[in-house]
């Protein structure tokens, strides 16, 4: 059974940094594209970060582009967003999904909830 | 960067009802276009990718169709547990970029 389970979150302050964790089990994690998404309360989802199987292409959206850091460690079947200069609007639950063979995103975490305030 | 607009908003109907809803990119993405289901306090779910090809166990009431701008997700006889907000991603770059999402609610 595929798992993701996104790990990291909390409350921290404008300005702050935060490291999230997403750990895969049940597939080939070193064979599949990885994307964190993300979902302010109430609102849509929003493409974060992508990156490929071997790491050699890396996306991120323009709201986070040169704050946040995507990476994985294919050893250890894991996948992480380094998130520096946390602003308000980065409050939100940040999701790991996994983009399928179709190019879908086959699969997702439950979720973890990041809150920047003071 | 690719926009995604989807419309309507909020769409209001009852069970058994057929429901469209439809989805637009600012630029063409070629049939590189997925549909995914939301329920309050979970993540999405991929219902259909490529723009119409359903994802496994996904029911057959649901359907895709289009391709460069213009895609709809369509609902041939509402359920119950339909009764969520979706949202169109497109795929044409490694953005993902996703629509502002429809809810569905009960009429």
């Known amino acids: 059974e595929v798992q993701l389970v996104e790990s990291g979150g909390g409350l921290v302050q404008p300005g702050g940094s935060l490291r999230l964790s997403c750990a895969a089990s049940?597939?080939?994690?070193?064979?599949?594209?990885m994307n964190w998404v993300r979902q302010a309360p109430g609102k849509g989802l929003e493409w974060v970060s992508y990156?490929?199987?071997?790491?050699?292409?890396?996306y991120y959206a323009d709201s986070v582009k040169g704050r946040f850091t995507i990476s994985r460690d294919n050893t250890k079947n894991s996948l992480s967003l380094q998130m520096n200069s946390l602003r308000d609007e980065d409050t939100a639950v940040y999701y790991c999904?996994?983009?399928?063979?179709?190019?879908?995103?086959?699969?997702w975490g439950q979720g973890t909830l990041v809150t920047v305030s003071s | 960067d690719i926009q995604m607009t989807q419309s309507p908003s909020t769409l209001s109907a009852s069970v058994g009802d057929r429901v469209t809803i439809t989805c637009r990119a600012s630029?063409?993405?070629?049939?590189?276009l997925a549909w995914y289901q939301q329920k309050p306090g979970k993540a999405p779910n991929l219902l259909i990718y490529?723009?119409?090809s359903l994802e496994s166990g996904v029911p057959s009431r649901f359907s895709g169709s289009g391709s460069g701008t213009e895609f709809t997700l369509t609902i041939s006889s509402l359920q119950p547990d339909d009764f969520a907000t979706y949202y169109c991603?497109?795929?044409?770059?490694?953005?993902?970029?996703f629509g502002q999402g429809t809810k569905v609610e009960i009429k």
């Open positions: 991603q497109q795929y044409n770059s490694y953005s993902g970029t």
């Open positions: 490529k723009a119409s």
């Open positions: 630029q063409s993405i070629s049939s590189w």
């Open positions: 049940g597939f080939t994690f070193s064979s599949y594209g």
């Open positions: 999904a996994r983009r399928g063979n179709s190019y879908g995103f086959d699969y």
């Open positions: 990156i490929s199987s071997s790491s050699n292409t890396i």
